[in-house]
C-alpha cells in the first residue's frame, strides 16, 4: 500500500476495481481545510481518462510493474505488434494502450509496462519525442501572415500535425509524443 505522498506521473494503481496510470498529478495546500492531490487517471484496459481527488494521507493500491524495452514491428489493422529486445519474445496490444498510436514508427523502441503479478503487458510508455519526415503538407505563402501561423502536415505514419509554414515536404521534423506537436525541424 502507498500514500498520496508517493503519487507520481507513470504510477500504476488499483483503483474502482481497475488499473489506472497517473498520468498528471498536483498536490494542493489550500490555506483554509486540508490538503489534497488532484489527479488525472487513465485506464489500462479501456483508455478512459478521470479526473480525481484524493485528500492528503490516503491509502492507495498501487500495482507492481516492470518496465522492458520492446521494438514496434508493425500494426495489421487491429494489434500493435512489438518484440522484447532482450529474449525477443513478441506480444500484442490493442490500441487503447498506446497514448500516441499515430506517430509510432516501425522499428521504435518503446518501454512497455508489465504486470507483475500475471505478467500481462499494461501501457506502452512511447520517447519523449520522435522524428518523422513530412510526407504531405501544402505550400506556405510569405506575407499573408501575423505571427505563428501553422499549416497541417501529414507525416510519414499517417499522423497529422500542425507545423510552421517554413516546413515542406521531404522535411524531418521533432514531434513531442505526449501532445502530437511540432517542436523543431530536425537537419541531417
Do not use: W
Not at 36 to 58: I, M, P
Not at 100 to 118: A, F, S
Not at 152 to 159: K, L, N
Amino acid at each position: 500500500m502507498a500514500s498520496t505522498s508517493d503519487i507520481r506521473n507513470g504510477l500504476c494503481i488499483r483503483y474502482n476495481h481497475d488499473i489506472y496510470k497517473v498520468i498528471e498529478f498536483l498536490h494542493v495546500k489550500p490555506g483554509k481545510g486540508p490538503a489534497f492531490v488532484r489527479t488525472k487517471l487513465k485506464s489500462v484496459t479501456s483508455g478512459k481518462v478521470l479526473d480525481n481527488t484524493f485528500s492528503a494521507g490516503h491509502k492507495i493500491e498501487d500495482v507492481r510493474v516492470e518496465t522492458h524495452k520492446f521494438q514496434f514491428l508493425y500494426h495489421d489493422g487491429e494489434f500493435f505488434h512489438f518484440m522484447n529486445v532482450e529474449d525477443y519474445t513478441q506480444i500484442r496490444l490493442l490500441e487503447n494502450a498506446l497514448d500516441m498510436p499515430k506517430l509510432l514508427k516501425e522499428g521504435e523502441v518503446v518501454t512497455v509496462l508489465i504486470n507483475t503479478e500475471d505478467n500481462m503487458p499494461l501501457t506502452v510508455d512511447m520517447p519523449a519525442s520522435v522524428v518523422l519526415e513530412v510526407t504531405h503538407t501544402e505550400p506556405g505563402v510569405k506575407g499573408n501572415t501575423a505571427t505563428n501561423a501553422t499549416k497541417p502536415a501529414t507525416v510519414e505514419t499517417g499522423a497529422e500535425v500542425n507545423v510552421p509554414l517554413f516546413i515542406n515536404e521531404g522535411d524531418k521534423i521533432k514531434i513531442e509524443t505526449d501532445k502530437g506537436t511540432y517542436k523543431e525541424r530536425v537537419k541531417e
